[in-house]
């Protein structure tokens, strides 16, 4: 018995560490624009250099808009705050994303192409995904990319499964699938 639960966690390793290194080779060589480590900013050659973040273990953050005019006079997230956000969820396969692996999105361009596509969009909302920072109610590696970003930020999330979905089937996505989550924040609240 104590074998299998050995043999059982080396599997997991193995598909997380897997989902991480796949995560960070897409960021650095195949993501446009190609980024680099926030560690690595301050050595840059160029400046402004796009970057990404690690968060956590296996959550990966980019935030599109950081070097906008303007941003660091935008509302800030906390943890408490209200935020409503317009996004797009994809599997994670570690290529850019497509409409083959968008599973859900309130982005009306996106709903758009994908009944184009023969997508009966009927029951997706429009409506801006209104989360409260802190509370879990949505995915751990989306409530913490949102955290210290700005209104009118676009936030790009790369989670390894466990701060995704975990073991858990959810809809079309797999058990222990990696995800990319593509949000703008629309307004934040403050609390």
Not at 55 to 83: H, M, W
Not at 161 to 183: L, N, Q, R
Request: glycine residues 6%; negative net charge; contains cysteine.
């Amino acid at each position: 018995m104590c074998l299998t639960l050995v043999v059982g966690c080396n599997e997991e390793d193995t598909v997380l560490t897997s989902q991480q290194e796949q995560i960070v080779r897409y960021l650095t060589s195949s993501h446009n624009p190609r980024l680099i480590a926030v560690e690595e900013v301050p050595n840059s050659m160029v400046a402004n250099p796009p970057f990404y973040e690690r968060l956590n273990t296996s959550t990966y953050r980019y935030i599109a808009t950081y070097y906008d005019s303007g941003r660091n006079n935008k509302r800030q997230v906390a943890v408490g705050d209200e935020v409503e956000l317009i996004f797009e969820a994809y599997e994670f396969t570690g290529s850019a994303p497509s409409l083959n692996t968008l599973y859900y999105t309130n982005n009306a361009d996106m709903i758009e192409k994908l009944a184009e596509n023969g997508l009966n969009s009927e029951f997706w909302s429009l409506e801006p995904l209104k989360v409260k920072i802190g509370s879990g109610d949505i995915i751990k590696g989306v409530e913490a990319s949102l955290v210290d970003c700005r209104e009118g930020d676009v936030v790009e999330v790369y989670m390894a499964f466990d701060t995704a979905y975990d073991k858990h089937v959810v809809g079309v996505i797999p058990a222990e699938s990696s995800i990319m989550w593509v949000c703008q924040i629309k307004s934040v609240v403050k609390n």
